[in-house]
Nanobody, 123 residues
Framework: QVQLVESGGGSVQAGGSLSLSCVAS?????ISWFRQAPGKEREGVAL??????YYADSVKGRFTVSQDSAKKTLYMQMTSLRPEDTAMYYC?????????????????????WGQGTQVIVSS
């Protein structure tokens, strides 16, 4: 069982920045950030799989995901935040070879999830 603990959410004005962290109990080759806003479906935001990064179109150029394997930590730097970025952000991990495809469709088969951290962006 992989345990994931997120931190770093908070409130910020539009145009501001926040950083999220996710500490894992072990290194896992496919680890990602999802978000879910009230009344909306969960969406994949950013993912690292074997060193390759993937981003949702809505965050490309604004969010940067990185990983420190020694610290078993996933990071996401969020800049130029918009009110539509407001959501609960979750760290999730998968051992599936199809994790990227699954991430693109909402992560139903991601097995390991953190508790989430709230991000609020005010206009």
């Amino acid at each position: 069982q992989v345990q994931l603990v997120e931190s770093g959410g908070g409130s910020v004005q539009a145009g501001g920045s926040l950083s999220l962290s996710c500490v894992a109990s072990e290194n896992i080759y496919c680890i990602s950030w999802f978000r879910q806003a009230p009344g909306k479906e969960r969406e994949g935001v950013a993912l690292i799989r074997s060193g390759f990064t993937y981003y949702a179109d809505s965050v490309k150029g604004r969010f940067t995901v990185s990983q420190d394997s020694a610290k078993k930590t996933l990071y996401m730097q969020m800049t130029s935040l918009r009110p539509e970025d407001t959501a609960m952000y979750y760290c999730a991990a998968s051992r599936s070879l199809n994790c990227v495809d699954n991430w693109r469709t909402g992560g139903q088969n991601f097995r390991f999830w953190g508790q989430g951290t709230q991000v609020i962006v005010s206009s």
